[in-house]
């Protein structure tokens, strides 16, 4: 078990003035320290520039990255080309994450070298509050490349809940210049689908120490209308058709639906259900289908009732 994974951490803003201290210095205060903090500001107006400059401009622990403004995904681009370390954490500028959140996903990118790629739960605060996670306990996802590509089911959590091995990141960001136009916002998307379609190992790791500021300027978020969430479905289909063809994915990798499920070590209800659909998706007899179907159902009802056996025995 290796104990020296090192990380780079990319800080990235627009206009988040207010934020960007409190994004910094929480890092700074990581009980397991970065190997780097890039901080990459794109073009802010706000005054941004002048303040990193003054409070950071001299602090040998902070790399400044000021530039003119192109977007998120070229804000990712320009931290990644500036990283060093053997897995990239990414945070906006207006949140922040408590002590030991590298220390939390340090101890499994340790102890787990398949492992590309790690996201965390987060603490929703300032205009709502409330806690978001995928699941309610930590899970290996195992390879995800099927699900995401037939259903674009979305394995992961917005950008500051996010961290990935650098060589996976730097696949997984090499897009033309087209779809780097296309994502000048939610670029979280582009590491998401990116990561599942090019074969990477997925981890759902709880934390409870990523902190999600809701607020008016929050992109998506504050602008969740019907027609955007259209576009961006849309847009999201052609990002994982890009990857997809990267590397000759088509629907004949239904074929492999069952395999990959069996990739997950302890997979929930809900993913069992989403591979028994994916099963039944196959160009084959009706019914070979629904066996397969029934046979991903059954292995995860008994592990259920197992675990609720055992439990009850220890009561």
Request: a positive charge.
């Amino acid at each position: 078990m290796s104990a020296s994974t090192s990380f780079s951490v990319v800080i990235t803003s627009y206009n988040y003035r207010a934020y960007i201290e409190q994004a910094i210095e929480g890092v700074l205060a990581q009980s397991r320290a970065a190997m780097q903090l890039i901080v990459v500001d794109d073009g802010s107006t706000d005054g941004t520039p002048d303040l990193l400059r003054q409070r950071y401009g001299e602090d040998a622990r902070v790399t400044l990255l000021l530039g003119e403004n192109g977007g998120q995904l070229v804000a990712f681009l320009r931290g990644l080309a500036a990283c060093t370390g053997d897995v990239v954490c990414f945070l906006d500028a207006d949140d922040h994450w408590s002590a030991d959140y590298l220390a939390r996903i340090g101890a499994l990118y340790d102890k787990r070298p398949d492992i590309d790629y790690v996201f965390s739960d987060l603490q929703l605060f300032g205009d709502e509050n409330c806690w978001m996670g995928y699941a309610d306990r930590a899970l290996d996802l195992g390879y995800t490349a099927v699900s995401t590509y037939m259903l674009a089911h979305w394995y992961g959590a917005p950008t500051s809940a996010l961290s990935l091995r650098r060589a996976m990141a730097q696949q997984v960001l090499d897009l033309p210049q087209d779809m780097v136009r296309t994502w000048r916002l939610s670029a979280d998307n582009c590491l998401v689908f990116g990561t599942s379609i090019l074969g990477g190992r997925k981890y759902y790791l709880p934390t409870g120490q990523v902190h999600y500021r809701i607020h008016g300027k929050n992109g998506w978020w504050g602008q969740r209308t019907r027609v955007n969430e259209y576009l961006n479905r849309m847009r999201s289909r052609y990002l994982i058709q890009h990857y997809a063809r990267r590397i000759g994915l088509d629907e004949t990798c239904l074929e492999s639906a069952k395999h990959e499920f069996k990739t997950k070590p302890e997979p929930t209800w809900r993913e069992a259900r989403r591979y028994a659909m994916l099963v039944r998706m196959r160009r084959d007899i009706w019914w070979r289908n629904l066996e397969r179907a029934a046979a991903i159902l059954w292995s995860v009802w008994k592990r259920r009732s197992r675990i609720a056996k055992e439990y009850r025995d220890l009561r």
